[in-house]
């Protein structure tokens, strides 16, 4: 069974003749002829009484509202497709890091606001294993996440580097550390720390970064938003380290202090504790205007990031 012969067989019943419904169709009398005949044989039952005026059957009475539900509904995928391929989609899903979502984001999502009109615009701000999993599952349309070639993996993915930024400390402003301009890693091991929960890329950032460097995190307690991180770190006990973006609010804190990390090379690993940004989607996505056109924004208006 065929769609063009279900098509075939509702032009006959609207037109009321095989003649008349070939040409809605735009092919032969003989075409539906064989259309019909077809479907008659697979479904093994008459649908037409073969007289001057197609007349149904009852086995093409029964067919009828059946052939309806089907035509209708391909009728409304193919429009749907369309719509999908000409930018007209009711809405884009976007998962972000938290600190892209309160810093970089914003006039991007102005921007595309403005363009698109007619496209809700979903934001949704989540730690970067989150974010992908969303992603590969078809729940948003794009992603911008920590880089972690573990995670981003598939011919049918597409990648855009952002960013490479470093990895700060943030203190409360009475702290110890804040009397430094630059921590030295012996002095900062000393202290217990507030991390992001598990999950998290810049969890495993910093956790991979001791191992290196054979030295214990002392991490006491986990949160995950950079609310939570100031707040808790305001308190005078607990020190943070986050990426340079995530620190953009705490730098106008009275409160609170925020130092670049001295590497150490007693302690193994000299290499600087950066991460990577990225954005992320699928390639077949990168055909639908709207994502195109916020991709495209992004890309021009997240700035660089100097160490």
């Not at 701000?125 to 911008?144: E, F, N, T």
């Not at 989607?281 to 916020?294: G, W």
Request: some cysteine; proline content about 5%; glycine content about 4%.
């Amino acid at each position: 069974m065929r769609l063009e012969q279900l098509q075939a067989f509702l032009a006959i019943v609207q037109t009321g003749s095989f003649q008349q419904a070939a040409k809605q169709c735009g092919v032969t009398q003989s075409t539906i002829s064989r259309q019909i005949q077809a479907l008659e044989a697979d479904l093994g039952i008459e649908l037409f009484h073969r007289t001057s005026h197609a007349k149904l059957t009852l086995g093409g009475e029964r067919l009828l509202p059946r052939v309806h539900k089907i035509c209708q509904e391909w009728d409304l995928a193919t429009q749907e497709l369309t719509d999908l391929i000409g930018g007209k989609q009711p809405e884009l899903c976007i998962a972000a890091i938290h600190s892209v979502c309160a810093s970089y984001l914003p006039p991007v999502l102005q921007k595309f606001c403005h363009h698109y009109p007619e496209v809700q615009l979903r934001v949704t701000s989540l730690g970067s294993d989150r974010s992908l999993k969303v992603l590969k599952d078809g729940l948003v349309d794009l992603a911008i996440v920590m880089h972690n070639r573990f995670l981003i993996t598939g011919k049918e993915m597409a990648i855009e580097f952002l960013y490479e930024e470093p990895i700060e400390v943030l203190t409360a402003a009475n702290h110890p550390l804040a009397e430094y301009e630059s921590i030295p890693w012996l002095e900062l091991i000393c202290y217990p720390q507030v991390v992001f929960k598990d999950g998290y890329g810049m969890q495993r950032l910093i956790q991979d970064k001791f191992e290196q460097m054979k030295t214990k995190l002392k991490a006491v307690l986990e949160v995950n938003t950079l609310d939570a991180f100031r707040g808790v770190v305001r308190q005078g006990e607990l020190i943070a380290l986050l990426p340079q973006s995530a620190l953009m609010e705490a730098r106008y804190d009275p409160t609170l202090a925020v130092r670049p990390l001295r590497e150490n090379s007693n302690l193994g690993n000299n290499s600087p504790l950066t991460r990577q940004v990225v954005m992320v989607t699928t390639q077949d996505r990168l055909h639908i205007p709207p994502i195109q056109y916020f991709w495209q924004l992004v890309k021009d208006n997240i700035p660089e990031i100097k160490n």
